[in-house]
C-alpha cells in the first residue's frame, strides 16, 4: 500500500515537471516581467543605449509606438545607421547608402514590422495571430531553457529560449534577416542565416517594468540600454524619413 | 521491519525531494557547461571529405539539400551546396538514408546507422524525423536497427513509410527486416522478414501504384576476421497489397543464392526496372514488367563491382531510359542499361567509391553524388563533376601533432591519404593549408620527432613510407618478411609510433614488434608473435561470400596499438586485434601477457585492445581501452591498472555510449583524462570515478577515434572519423577547476604573462573564396573567468587600470554559465575623433597597444568586483621590434592620438555652435542679427569644410582634409609593429602645426562673431546668460 502511495507521490511529481504546457510557460515568462498585463500597458518606447567596441562607443536610440513606429539611430563615432519601420513602410539610412532615408524592400518591411510589438511577440501571442508551439526542453549554453516555436502570422519562426529556472527569455533565434529585442522577431529575406539574440542583465525601471537591460547579437556586440521610457510621447517628426538631430549626439 | 525501515527511508527520501530541492539542486557538479566558452574548433579540412552515406534534396525549391554522412552527421545547405550547416549534433553521427516527405518539404526523415557495410562503419540508434526542416528532431523508434539503408514515402498518403533494415553486421538480429508505418513514423510494423541473418536492403514503391512494394533482401555478417555477403536470404521480392503478401521474384534472375541487390524502378514509365544481383555471376538485369520477368544485360566492370558496398543504382526522373550508377567510379547509360559511359575527370578528378546520388526533379541536369570522398556536383547529367569544397566530414583515425608554431596536425583518412596541416594560418586554416603526403587510405601520421622535415605515413596494410615534407617525397621502409618466418600480417590499421621517453624510437607491428632508432633504415625485431595466432582466423584469402573481398581489412592475429611508457623507454606495451595485452620491461627481452588479468576486471578475451596509456607520472599506472564491436557487443570497455598490469579495475560511468576508441590521460593534471568512443568525447576531472560528455562544440555523439595533447599550446586535438580534427585550445581551465572553485560564483582566474603582440599573422589582402576556412587560436590568450550560473540580472564588465591607476579599457563580458572569455587587444580605448562629414574615418577604431607594465584588472559582475593583475611584457622574440622601437612608437601614436582629440574638440565646438544658430535662425527677427549668424555659421561651416571631408560622398573619392590626413599617419604608426620611420614622425610635425593653425582660426572665428550673436539672441530672449563659472574655459 505505502509502495503505491510514494509511486504515487512520485507519478505526481513527476507529472508536474511534465505538465507545463506553452501557455503555462509563457505565462510564468510574463509573470517574471510584471504579468500581462503590466507588458500589454506598454504603448511606446524609447530606450537610449551603448555598446562598446574596444574601446570604441557605440550609440543606438529607439522609438517604438504599439502598431505604428520602430525607428533606431546608430552613432559609430564616424558614422551612423538609422531605420525607420512603420505599419505602412521602411526605410533605412547608411554610410553605404545615398546617404538619405533609402525605401526598404517590401519584403523587408513586411518582416520587421514585427518589430512594432512593444511588448514582445510572445505576449498575447494567440490575439495577435501567431501560433506557438513548446518544442521542449534544451540546454542553452548550460542553461536549462523551454524552446518556444513562434509562427508569426506573417509565416516567419522565431525560436525563444526561457530559463527553466527564472523564467526569463534569455535568447531567441530566427532566420532571415530579421531583428530581435523586446517587440522584435524577425522574418525571412536574407535566406537561412540563423540571427541569434541573446538577453541579459535584467532589471526593473523606475515605473516598475522589467526589462533586459543588455541585448548581444552575435558578432554585433552587446548593447546595454542606459535608459528606457515607457509611455512617453512621440514626437511627430519620428515618423518621417529625415534625419533627426540625436539626443545625446551631435549630428550634422 | 525491514519492509518498515525501507518505506520509511523511501518516505523521507520523497519528502526530501518534495520539500528541500534547494539542497538537492545546491550540488554544483562538474560537466561540460562548467566549461562554457572553452569550445572546439573545427579545423575540417574540407579539401578532403568524407564518405557520404545519403543525399536528399527539395523538390520544392531544388537548392535545399541534405547530406547524410557516415560519421558525421546530417548537413544542411539552403543555397544549392554552396555552404552548409550541421542539423544533427545532438544525435548519433552515422547516416543510413534520408527521405522527404513528396508533399510537405519540411518533412525529413533520418534512419541513423550507415549501410555501406565495409570494415570501419558505425552503427545507428533508430530513425528521426523533423517536420521544420531540420530545426528540431524526434526520436521515432527501430533502436535496435543499427543500420537503415533506405526510407521510402507513399507519395499518395505521406504517412506511409517503408524503412529498410538490414540489421546488425556483427551478430544476428530478429531486428532486421522491411518495416512499414502507416502513421508518419509513430509505430512501425515488421511487414517482410526473413530470418535473423538476413536483412532487408533495399525498397521502393511503384509511383503510379503505391501499394506495388519492392524490397531486396540481403544475407550478411562481419566478424573481425572475415566478411560474407550472399545466402539462401537474400532475395528479391514484391508486394501489390502494400507489403501485406509478397512472392519472390525468380524468373530471369540468376541461380540463388543472392548477395546484395541494388534495383530501381523508372519513376516516368515504372513498369521498368533495373537491378544489379550479387551471385555466382554477380550481373546487370532489366524488367520491363514491373519485375515479373527480367533478362540480363552485359554490364563493365565498374557496374558490377563490390556489390557490398556500392548499392546505389538510380533511373532519372523523366527519362527512362537515362540511367546512373554510382560504384567504384560513376557509369550513365542513356539507352536503359544496354551500355554504359563513365564520367570524365576534365574540369578535376572525381573521387572514387559512390554511395548516394541526387538528382534535381526541377533540374535533372544537375546531380548531387556522395563519395568516399565527400559530395560533387554535376549540371551536366553526371558527364563532369564539381567538388564541394565545404563539408569538413573527413574520417581520421589518428592524429598527431609536431612542435612549430603554430604546431601542425597529422593524420590518417579513410580513404583519403595522409594530411599535414597547420593548427593557425594566416586568414584562418584554409582547405588550401592543409598538404597531402601520402595515398591510400590513411591511418597513422607521425611526425620525426627530432627533425622537422620528416613525417611518418603509410596506406592500409603496413605499407609505411618515411615521408620528406617539403617535398613529399617518400621511401618505403616497410620491414619485411625474415628468412623462416611466417607471412607478416599486418593490421590494415596498423600502429606507427614514436617514442615518448626515447624519442628517437620509431615503432611499428605485424605479428611482431619492431622498433628502429635511424628513420625506418633498420628495424630491430623486439618480439616474437605477440598475438594468439589463432589459424582459423587467418583465412582472408576466402573472405567477401560471394563476391571476393580481401583489401587488408580483415587481416587479424595482429599488433593494433603499441604504446612506450613516457617514464622508461624499456617499458613497452602492445595490444592486439586478438585480445592480447603484452609488456615488456626489459625492452623486448620478455614479453607478459595481462589479457587473462584484465579478462577478471570483466573485460571480454579476444577483445581488440584499441590503445594503450601509460602514465607520465606513475609508472605503474596504465589505462587501456578494449572495443569489442566486432563481436556485436558495443559497450564500453576502459581499465585501469596501478601495479603495472598485474591487475585491472574496469572504469565505467553511465554518461559513457559506444565502444572505446581511445583513453587519454593529461600531460599536466594525473586525474584528467579523456575518453573517445564510437559515440562521444568523454572527460573527468577525478582520475575516473565520474566523466561527463564534452560538449563543447563538439558533436554529442561524435566518432572520437584519437585524442593528441599539443604540449607547448595546451590544446586537446581530436581526430574524429566524420568532422575531422577538432581542437579545444588551451585546456588549462580544465586542468585548474575543483569542485571547490565550480561552487564559488564568481572566480577570475589569475592570467599569465603575456607578451604583447598584435597577433601572430596579419591581416591578408583579401577574404577566403569558399572551401572550408577554420578559425584560429587566439593569439592573445583570451582573461578568464567562471561563473558557477548564467547571469541574468546585473552586467558584467572587465575593466583594465594601468599602475597609475588609471582606466585604460573597459569590456563588457560574456555572462555564461561556465568559464568565460574575455578579448583584450592589448590597446587602450581609441581616441574620441572629429565627428560629421561624408567619410567614415576608422581612426575610431585604432588605437595604441599599451605598455609594458603590470596592469589590475576588475571584473564587476553586478554589485561585486573581483580583482586581479596581468603582467604585460614586450615581446622579446620579435627581433624586428625592440622594446626602445616599442617606445618611440607609442609616443608617435600619444602624440597623433592627441592631435585627434585636438581636432575632435574644434569640431565639436563648430557643431554646437551651428546648432544654436540652426535652431534659431528662423526665430531672429533683427535682420542684422540674422544677416551675422548666418555669416558665422558660413565661416564655421568653412573651417569644418578644412577640418574633415564633406563634400564626397563616393566611398570611392578620395576627399582628404585635415582629420584624414592624421589618420593616415596615425593608422600607420600604431598598425604596425614598428619604430615610426623619419617621414612618419616628420608628418607628425607638420600636422601638429595645422591642428594648432585650426584651433587658431576657430578661435578667431568665435571672438569675431561669437558675442554680438550671443548677445542678440540674448536681447530677443532666444537664449538664456550663462555667465562662466570660475574656473572655466572659454572655447578655444
Redesign the interface.
Known amino acids: 500500500m505505502k509502495r503505491f502511495w510514494l509511486t504515487g507521490i512520485l507519478a505526481g511529481l513527476t507529472m508536474l515537471a511534465m505538465a507545463q504546457s506553452v501557455d503555462d510557460v509563457i505565462n510564468n515568462y510574463m509573470n517574471a516581467l510584471g504579468g500581462k498585463d503590466k507588458l500589454l500597458s506598454i504603448q511606446s518606447l524609447h530606450t537610449t543605449g551603448i555598446a562598446n567596441f574596444n574601446g570604441n562607443e557605440v550609440t543606438t536610440e529607439t522609438w517604438k509606438v504599439q502598431d505604428k513606429l520602430y525607428r533606431s539611430e546608430t552613432n559609430f563615432g564616424m558614422g551612423s545607421f538609422a531605420m525607420l519601420v512603420t505599419d505602412e513602410k521602411g526605410w533605412m539610412k547608411s554610410p553605404r547608402g545615398s546617404g538619405n532615408f533609402d525605401p526598404m524592400p517590401e519584403e523587408q518591411v513586411k518582416s520587421m514590422q514585427s518589430m512594432l510589438d512593444c511588448s514582445n511577440p510572445l505576449v498575447n501571442y494567440a490575439v495577435k495571430g501567431h501560433k506557438a508551439e513548446l518544442i521542449g526542453k534544451e540546454d542553452v549554453e548550460g542553461t536549462e531553457c523551454y524552446k518556444i516555436k513562434l509562427t508569426l502570422k506573417s509565416g516567419s519562426d522565431i525560436n525563444y529560449f526561457i530559463d527553466t529556472k527564472t523564467s526569463y527569455l534569455i535568447r531567441e533565434t530566427s532566420k532571415g534577416g530579421g531583428f530581435g529585442g523586446r517587440g522584435g522577431g524577425g522574418g525571412r529575406g536574407q535566406g537561412d542565416q540563423e540571427m541569434k539574440t541573446d538577453y541579459s542583465n535584467y532589471q526593473k525601471t523606475e515605473d516598475g517594468y522589467m526589462f533586459a537591460m543588455t541585448v548581444s547579437r552575435g558578432m554585433g556586440g552587446a548593447m546595454t540600454f542606459e535608459k528606457i521610457e515607457v509611455n512617453k510621447p512621440v514626437d511627430s517628426k519620428l515618423y518621417k524619413a529625415e534625419q533627426i538631430f540625436f539626443i545625446n549626439k551631435q549630428s550634422i | 521491519m525491514k519492509r518498515n525501515f525501507t518505506?520509511g527511508a523511501?518516505?523521507a527520501l520523497?519528502l526530501a525531494?518534495?520539500f528541500s530541492p534547494c539542497n538537492i539542486l545546491a550540488q554544483t557538479t562538474i560537466n561540460?557547461?562548467?566549461f562554457?566558452m572553452m569550445e572546439a574548433r573545427w579545423l575540417g579540412p574540407g579539401t578532403m571529405s568524407g564518405r557520404i552515406s545519403a543525399i536528399e534534396g527539395s523538390w520544392e525549391d531544388g537548392k535545399t539539400i541534405y547530406v547524410g554522412t557516415a560519421g558525421g552527421g546530417i548537413w544542411?545547405s539552403?543555397?544549392a551546396g554552396a555552404s552548409f550547416?550541421p542539423i544533427f549534433d545532438k544525435y548519433c553521427q552515422s547516416i543510413g538514408a534520408l527521405a522527404m516527405d513528396p508533399k510537405n518539404a519540411k518533412v525529413l526523415y533520418a534512419g541513423t546507422g550507415e549501410s555501406n557495410m565495409r570494415n570501419s562503419v558505425s552503427y545507428g540508434d533508430g530513425i528521426y524525423k523533423t517536420t521544420?526542416g531540420g530545426?528540431?528532431w524526434t526520436k521515432l523508434g527501430l533502436a535496435n536497427s543499427e543500420h537503415i539503408s533506405k526510407i521510402v514515402i507513399n507519395p499518395q498518403q505521406t504517412n506511409i513509410v517503408y524503412v529498410a533494415v538490414p540489421g546488425a553486421l556483427w551478430s544476428s538480429s530478429t531486428d532486421r527486416g522491411l518495416y512499414k508505418s502507416t502513421d508518419g513514423g509513430k509505430t512501425f510494423e515488421k511487414i517482410l522478414y526473413i530470418n535473423e541473418n538476413a536483412g532487408c536492403a533495399d525498397v521502393t514503391v511503384d509511383p503510379e501504384h503505391p501499394d506495388t512494394v519492392y524490397a531486396s533482401t540481403w544475407e550478411f555478417r562481419r566478424k573481425p576476421f572475415s566478411f560474407n555477403s550472399g545466402g539462401n536470404g537474400s532475395g528479391m521480392w514484391k508486394s501489390t497489397d502494400g507489403g501485406k503478401t509478397w512472392k519472390e521474384l525468380k524468373n530471369g534472375l540468376p541461380a540463388k543464392p543472392f548477395g546484395r541487390i541494388a534495383f530501381a524502378v523508372a519513376p516516368s514509365a515504372p513498369e521498368n526496372m533495373i537491378a544489379i544481383v550479387e551471385s555466382a555471376e554477380t550481373g546487370l538485369y532489366i524488367s520491363s514488367d514491373r519485375g515479373e520477368t527480367w533478362k540480363k544485360q552485359s554490364a563493365t566492370m565498374n557496374v558490377i563491382s563490390r556489390p557490398f558496398y556500392f548499392s546505389c543504382i538510380q533511373i532519372d526522373p523523366k527519362d527512362p531510359k537515362r540511367i546512373y550508377r554510382p560504384g567504384y567510379t560513376f557509369s550513365y547509360s542513356v539507352d536503359g542499361g544496354y551500355s554504359f559511359a563513365d564520367a570524365s575527370n576534365e574540369g578535376g578528378w572525381l573521387h572514387s567509391d559512390h554511395h548516394a546520388l541526387w538528382i534535381n526533379p526541377k533540374n535533372t541536369s544537375q546531380l548531387y553524388l556522395g563519395t568516399d570522398g565527400g559530395v560533387y556536383i554535376s549540371l551536366d547529367r553526371g558527364a563532369t563533376w564539381n567538388f564541394v569544397q565545404c563539408l569538413p566530414v573527413g574520417q581520421f583515425y589518428h592524429v598527431a601533432t609536431d612542435n612549430n608554431k603554430p604546431y601542425n596536425i597529422y593524420g590518417g583518412l579513410q580513404d583519403n591519404g595522409s594530411w599535414v596541416g597547420p593548427s593557425s594560418a594566416p586568414g584562418g586554416v584554409s582547405n588550401a593549408n592543409w598538404k597531402a603526403i601520402n595515398g591510400g587510405d590513411g591511418f597513422w601520421v607521425q611526425p620525426d620527432p627530432n627533425n622537422n622535415d620528416i613525417a611518418y605515413a603509410e596506406s592500409q596494410g603496413g605499407d609505411i613510407n618515411r615521408v620528406n615534407l617539403g617535398t613529399t617525397k617518400s621511401i618505403n621502409i616497410k620491414p619485411q618478411q625474415g628468412p623462416g618466418e611466417e607471412k607478416l600480417r599486418w593490421n590494415w590499421n596498423t600502429p606507427i609510433v614514436t617514442g615518448q621517453a626515447n624519442k628517437k624510437n620509431l615503432y611499428m607491428g605485424c605479428q611482431f614488434l619492431y622498433r628502429s632508432q635511424d628513420q625506418g633504415r633498420n628495424w630491430l625485431k623486439l618480439s616474437g608473435d605477440l598475438t594468439t595466432n589463432d589459424k582459423q582466423k587467418q583465412q582472408q584469402e576466402n573472405s567477401g561470400g560471394l563476391s571476393a573481398d580481401n583489401t587488408s581489412a580483415e587481416n587479424h592475429c595482429t599488433i593494433f596499438t603499441i604504446a612506450e611508457s613516457p617514464l622508461d623507454e624499456k617499458n613497452v606495451w602492445v595490444g592486439t586485434d586478438d585480445g592480447n595485452l603484452q609488456v615488456t620491461t626489459d625492452g623486448g627481452r620478455s614479453w607478459f601477457n595481462q589479457a587473462p588479468a584484465y579478462a577478471t576486471a570483466g573485460i571480454p578475451s579476444q577483445t581488440w585492445v584499441s590503445s594503450i596509456e601509460p602514465s607520465r607520472f606513475d609508472k605503474n599506472v596504465v589505462y587501456a581501452t578494449f572495443d569489442n564491436h566486432m563481436y556485436g557487443d558495443f559497450k564500453t570497455y576502459l581499465a585501469k591498472s596501478v601495479n603495472g598490469g598485474k591487475t585491472w579495475t574496469r572504469i565505467n560511468s553511465p554518461e559513457f555510449t559506444g565502444f572505446a576508441h581511445k583513453i587519454k590521460e593529461d600531460l599536466v593534471n594525473k586525474d584528467m583524462l579523456f575518453l573517445g568512443t564510437e559515440m562521444g568525447l568523454f572527460a573527468t576531472l577525478d582520475g575516473g570515478t565520474t566523466w561527463f560528455r564534452m560538449?563543447n562544440k563538439i558533436p554529442e555523439y561524435a566518432l572520437v577515434r584519437d585524442i593528441t595533447i599539443q604540449p607547448a599550446t595546451n590544446d586537446v586535438v581530436i581526430a574524429t572519423h566524420g568532422r575531422g580534427i577538432l581542437i579545444l585550445d588551451d585546456v588549462t581551465p580544465m586542468r585548474k577547476m575543483t569542485k571547490q572553485i565550480a561552487e564559488k560564483n564568481v572566480v577570475l582566474f589569475p592570467p599569465a604573462p603575456v607578451s604583447l603582440t598584435m597577433g601572430n599573422f596579419g591581416g591578408g589582402g583579401f577574404p577566403g573564396t569558399g572551401g572550408w576556412v577554420a578559425p584560429n587560436a587566439p593569439s592573445i590568450p583570451p582573461i578568464k573567468y567562471y561563473l558557477k550560473?548564467?547571469?541574468?540580472?546585473?552586467?558584467v564588465k572587465m575593466e583594465v587600470y594601468d599602475a597609475q591607476g588609471k582606466l585604460v579599457?573597459?569590456?563588457?563580458g560574456t555572462?555564461?554559465?561556465?568559464i568565460n572569455f574575455i578579448d583584450w587587444?592589448l590597446?587602450?580605448?581609441?581616441p574620441?575623433?572629429a565627428?560629421?562629414g561624408?567619410?567614415?574615418?576608422?581612426?575610431?577604431?585604432l588605437?595604441p597597444m599599451v605598455m609594458p607594465g603590470e596592469y589590475t584588472l576588475k571584473l564587476k559582475v553586478g554589485d561585486s568586483t573581483y580583482t586581479s593583475s596581468i603582467k604585460l611584457m614586450h615581446d622579446a622574440a620579435n627581433k624586428d621590434f625592440t622594446l626602445a622601437d616599442r617606445t618611440a612608437q607609442y609616443k608617435a601614436a600619444m602624440d597623433v592620438y592627441k592631435m585627434h582629440e585636438q581636432l575632435a574638440a574644434v569640431v565639436?565646438q563648430i557643431?554646437?555652435k551651428?546648432?544654436l544658430i540652426k535652431d534659431n535662425l528662423d526665430k531672429v527677427t533683427d535682420s542684422t542679427l540674422k544677416h551675422n549668424m548666418q555669416a558665422y555659421s558660413e565661416e564655421l561651416e568653412k573651417l569644418r569644410a578644412e577640418c574633415l571631408a564633406t563634400k564626397q560622398?563616393s566611398?570611392f573619392a578620395d576627399e582628404k582634409r585635415l582629420r584624414e590626413e592624421i589618420t593616415e599617419v596615425y593608422a600607420a604608426i600604431v598598425g604596425q609593429e614598428a619604430a615610426p620611420s623619419n617621414l612618419q614622425l616628420q608628418r607628425v610635425t607638420v600636422l601638429q602645426q595645422q591642428v594648432q593653425t585650426k584651433e587658431k582660426s576657430g578661435q578667431q572665428i568665435i571672438k569675431k562673431w561669437d558675442d554680438s550673436v550671443m548677445d542678440g539672441l540674448r536681447k530677443q530672449g532666444l537664449i538664456k546668460p550663462e555667465p562662466l563659472k570660475p574656473g572655466d574655459k572659454k572655447p578655444f
Open positions: 518505506g523511501l518516505t520523497v525531494l518534495v561540460s557547461s562548467t562554457g544542411k539552403t543555397n550547416k521544420d530545426d528540431n560538449k550560473d548564467r547571469v541574468n540580472s546585473g552586467d579599457q573597459s569590456i563588457p555572462k555564461r554559465k561556465g587587444n590597446k587602450m580605448k581609441p574620441k575623433i565627428t560629421g561624408t567619410k567614415i574615418d576608422f581612426s575610431g577604431f588605437a565639436d557643431s554646437v551651428e546648432k560622398k566611398i
